[in-house]
């Protein structure tokens, strides 16, 4: 689950890590309030999403009137802001920040991410900030500095020391540089997170180390841990795909190929989307309906999989293990009877009860494309997609 900026400075502040002082508004009107209430004469507005980028995209402005902070603002709300984080159809911006602008001397790339091959919290600095991790690693892969933090003793001093003289940090600033480093390991680790990023860190004119953007990330499995965290969502920056299977209790990821998967387990789903592409095709979604595949389930899911109006072709690939492939099959059935599918459907089942499975959807006398093995399922669903006669079956039609 990711966070809005001012929402990622407020959950760091709280561990020790300073930012410039800001304030957040839903409208042009409030923003420029706000920055009345902060007082000064600069500031920067920025717009709330969930990426980064939007210095390029026209997401950050700095302002030094009233009247720049409602022209930045009108330019930005309702508007959709594509950024190259963002993909083409942009995020939409309904908050944006407004913060004391800061004289900069230096801006430095602070991450710390989750490594899965060292098993370990790593910590990736650079003195070249600004940029996108991205580039730096493309134009001064030599800048960049990594450590990793031995889990039973946490990140020591001496590591937060070793970074700020690699990174060429003022002797005076070390402290401060070692403080902002340790919260948000902290924060990281107390709150679950699996990214923290701070690009830029700066150190102003005046000796101070402010983190002038933040972003994070956080394990979704753990938000039930915190249940503080998990308040910060905000359904109007993600795949509205997604949050519609979230609330369902479905596990679902939106693609963008045109070939929608119904499967039970995850690794199956997997397997299945990579066969979907081995066989010339793109698949539309990840979808994980679990175990227990009841008709309800599967009904639920086929609703989903349909809400995509790229889906040209719906693959059901089923394992029954502890489930039975009759039930499964009633399952699909019952919900081509009451959700409109006006695509083909193939269905591959295979487990216990598999042959009383495949004699139900035969009797069903619906056109399902029947598979038996995992690859045949594939290259049907892939074929079906791909002709034009296909594409025109209707299954049935909700009454
Ligand atoms: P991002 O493009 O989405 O990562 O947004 P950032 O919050 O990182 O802002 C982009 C850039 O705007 C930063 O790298 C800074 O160079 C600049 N910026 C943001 N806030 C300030 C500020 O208070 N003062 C100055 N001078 N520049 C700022
Ligand atoms: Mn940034």
Not at 53 to 62: C, D, E, I, T
Not at 229 to 240: F, G, I, T, Y
Not at 316 to 323: E, R, Y
Request: proline residues 3%; glycine residues 10%.
């Amino acid at each position: 689950m990711d966070i809005h900026e001012y929402q990622a400075k407020e959950v760091l502040a709280r561990f020790g890590v300073a930012s410039p002082e800001g304030a957040l508004a839903y409208s042009p009107e409030q923003a420029a309030y706000r920055a009345r209430e902060l007082g000064g004469e600069k500031w920067v507005v920025k717009a709330q999403i969930h990426a980064g980028g939007r210095g390029k995209a026209g997401g950050v402005k700095l302002c030094n009137s009233d009247r720049e902070i409602e022209e930045a603002c009108e330019k930005m709300f309702g508007r959709k802001l594509v950024t190259h984080q963002t993909g083409p159809e942009g995020k939409g911006v309904y908050r944006v920040y407004v913060e004391t602008a800061v004289p900069i001397d230096r801006e430095i790339y602070l991450g710390l991410v989750l490594d899965r091959t060292s098993q370990r919290v790593m910590i990736v600095a650079s003195g070249e900030g600004g940029m996108e991790i991205e580039d730096i690693s493309a134009n001064e892969p030599g800048s960049i500095v990594r450590a990793t933090v031995e889990p039973a003793v946490g990140l020591q001093e001496f590591q937060c020391r070793q970074i700020a003289f690699k990174l060429g940090i003022e002797a005076g600033l070390v402290q401060q540089f070692v403080r902002t480093l340790q919260g948000c390991y902290r924060a990281f680790t107390e709150l679950d997170a699996t990214m923290v990023e701070i690009n830029p860190l700066v150190v102003t004119g005046d000796n101070r180390i402010l983190a002038l953007d933040a972003k994070m990330t956080f394990d979704d499995n753990a938000m039930f841990r915190h249940p503080a965290v998990a308040e910060l969502r905000d359904k109007s920056q993600e795949d509205p795909r997604e949050s519609r299977a979230a609330d369902r209790g479905l596990n679902y990821v939106g693609l963008d190929g045109n070939i929608g998967c119904i499967v039970n387990g995850a690794g199956l789903a997997m397997a299945t989307m990579d066969m979907i592409k081995l066989a010339g095709g793109e698949p539309a979604n990840f979808l994980d309906i679990g175990g227990g595949a009841t008709p309800e389930r599967v009904a639920k899911a086929f609703r989903l999989v349909m809400s995509d109006k790229k889906v040209q072709a719906i693959l059901v690939n089923i394992f029954a293990g502890i489930n039975r492939c009759d039930w499964v099959a009633e399952g699909v059935v019952q919900a081509l009877r009451e959700v409109e599918v006006d695509v083909p459907v193939i269905v591959r089942l295979a487990g216990t009860n598999v042959e009383e499975g495949q004699k139900i959807l035969a009797r069903s006398g619906l056109p399902i494309i029947r598979a038996t093995n995992l690859s045949e399922a594939a290259e049907r669903a892939v074929k079906a997609w791909q002709s034009d006669v296909a594409r025109g079956i209707k299954v049935r039609v909700a009454t």
